[in-house]
């Protein structure tokens, strides 16, 4: 018999092409209109009262409630519409919301629940700009930030029980550049294990586990599924697939927590854009089919350049040597991405010879579009690290980031080795 399935079950590429967005709502347009307007006409003075009641969080919307809208830093109908289109695609998740860009997101979710006196346990590497938030402007704000190595499951095991007041666990994986994967499921039983303590003589609260799951998220790996709070997106890379919108994402299982990140929104400012919403909606419907396209792209690649005699170490979930790697990447990844990093034998040179000589894959750092990117990640997007840093994390001078698109592999396999050729 074949599986069928109740409509609330429909499966992400499905759900995401069938709910969220209401025509009879956009005077019958098959795909949503545009609602460019900074401010909404209420529907009567009660339901301008009601509306900020609800705003201000101090009444509760009933499910069936249709609340009005205020003013677009609030909310608008693009960003609903993209949320609720969203929302199918993070399995486990029941509310999302959208940001002007990947570090608004991570920025505001962070500062949605960490307050002075607390910490935040972060992997690393993790994507510099985050980097810098903890470091330079939490910590300046009274917030402890404590580095764990990304894929180090004790180290961060202890971490997490010796940190006092503990509040965040982010956790980036894959790490970005050298593909080090962290266990998710690991570090949320790490903290459901810990004994609930009571901050400030307020309720107890166990702290959160935030997954940045960019790299390999939403199709192949699903972080709110793995036990995670919260899942975070820089939309400008896989989500958007185009290299042309800056964007970002938060994903919740729980509704209340939701509500906390969206209140922040509201006042930083960070919404996203109607018209950046319109077209991030748009992308929605094909991230799986890209997604897997660009993953088998660059596992054929990966896989073929790791014999290259040019070539020192090419760093590629399928081609890990840690067991332990291995079994992470078999238990939360589907599928191994478009990520690749090449480690060339001849050092700096040899890497900016390469990057200089590929003619289709074009030297950009950012990544996660169609077309294919490559860069020196020492030299580019981790320049601020010490050398040590880099090398403990073995981000050498020969390493270069590939991030594969979806045009034929066969063009894109000759293109390196070409390149290698005349390194
Ligand atoms: C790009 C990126 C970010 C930042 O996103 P923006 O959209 O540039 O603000 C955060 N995390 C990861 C993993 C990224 O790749």
């Known amino acids: 018999m074949p599986e069928t399935k109740a409509p609330a079950q429909l499966r992400p590429e499905t759900d995401v092409l069938t709910r969220g967005f209401d025509p009879s709502l956009s005077v019958g347009s098959a795909r949503p209109a545009v609602f460019r307007s900074s401010t909404y006409v209420f529907s009567s003075p009660e339901a301008a009262e009601r509306a900020f009641d609800i705003m201000a969080g101090r009444a509760q919307r009933t499910p069936e409630e249709n609340v009005d809208l205020v003013y677009s830093r609030f909310n608008h109908?693009?960003?609903?519409?993209?949320?609720?289109?969203?929302?199918?695609?993070?399995?486990?998740?029941?509310?999302?919301?959208?940001?002007?860009?990947?570090?608004a997101a991570i920025m505001t979710a962070l500062?949605?629940?960490?307050?002075?006196?607390?910490?935040?346990?972060?992997?690393?590497?993790?994507?510099?700009?985050?980097?810098?938030?903890?470091?330079?402007?939490?910590?300046?704000?009274?917030?402890e930030g404590i580095p764990v190595p990304a894929g180090q499951g004790a180290a961060i095991d202890n971490a997490i029980r010796g940190a006092r007041n503990l509040r965040v666990v982010l956790i980036e994986t894959p790490?970005?550049?050298?593909?080090?994967?962290?266990?998710?499921?690991?570090?949320?039983?790490?903290?459901?294990?810990?004994?609930?303590?009571?901050?400030?003589?307020?309720?107890?609260?166990?702290?959160?586990?935030?997954?940045?799951?960019?790299?390999?998220?939403?199709?192949?790996?699903?972080?709110?599924?793995?036990?995670?709070?919260?899942?975070?997106?820089?939309?400008?890379?896989?989500?958007?697939?185009?290299?042309?919108?800056?964007?970002?994402?938060?994903?919740?299982?729980?509704?209340?927590?939701?509500?906390?990140?969206?209140?922040?929104?509201?006042?930083?400012?960070?919404?996203l854009q109607p018209d950046e919403c319109w077209i991030l909606d748009t992308r929605l419907p094909t991230v799986a089919l890209r997604m897997n396209r660009q993953s088998k792209n660059a596992q054929r690649i990966a896989e073929k350049l790791a014999s290259h005699p040019k070539v020192k170490k090419v760093y590629y979930p399928t081609l890990f040597e840690d067991p332990e790697q291995t079994r992470i990447y078999r238990e939360q990844c589907e599928y191994p991405g478009g990520l690749v990093s090449i480690d060339l034998k001849g050092g700096k040179a040899a890497a900016f010879d390469f990057l200089r000589r590929l003619k289709l894959a074009r030297n950009a750092v950012s990544l996660g579009g169609v077309e294919t990117l490559a860069c020196h990640p020492r030299s580019t997007t981790h320049s601020a690290w010490s050398a040590q840093d880099l090398d403990e994390a073995g981000i050498g001078e020969g390493l270069v980031r590939i991030s594969v698109g979806i045009e034929d592999w066969r063009d894109l396999l000759a293109d390196c080795e070409a390149a290698l050729d005349l390194v």
């Not at 109908?77 to 570090?103: C, H, K, R, W, Y």
């Not at 509500?259 to 960070?270: A, H, Q, T, Y």
């Open 111 to 143: 500062l949605a629940v960490l307050k002075p006196g607390d910490s935040i346990i972060y992997s690393v590497p993790i994507y510099g700009g985050t980097q810098t938030l903890i470091q330079s402007f939490l910590q300046s704000i009274g917030i």
């Open 175 to 271: 790490a970005n550049p050298t593909i080090v994967m962290t266990d998710v499921k690991r570090v949320c039983q790490t903290v459901a294990s810990l004994p609930m303590a009571s901050s400030n003589g307020n309720a107890p609260e166990r702290p959160l586990v935030m997954v940045d799951n960019t790299f390999l998220g939403p199709a192949f790996q699903h972080a709110l599924s793995l036990g995670a709070d919260v899942s975070l997106y820089s939309a400008t890379k896989y989500l958007g697939g185009y290299s042309d919108i800056i964007g970002g994402v938060a994903l919740t299982k729980d509704v209340a927590l939701m509500s906390k990140i969206r209140s922040k929104r509201s006042l930083f400012g960070n919404i």
């Open 77 to 103: 109908p693009n960003a609903q519409i993209l949320e609720d289109q969203i929302v199918p695609l993070e399995p486990g998740a029941t509310a999302a919301a959208v940001f002007n860009s990947g570090m």
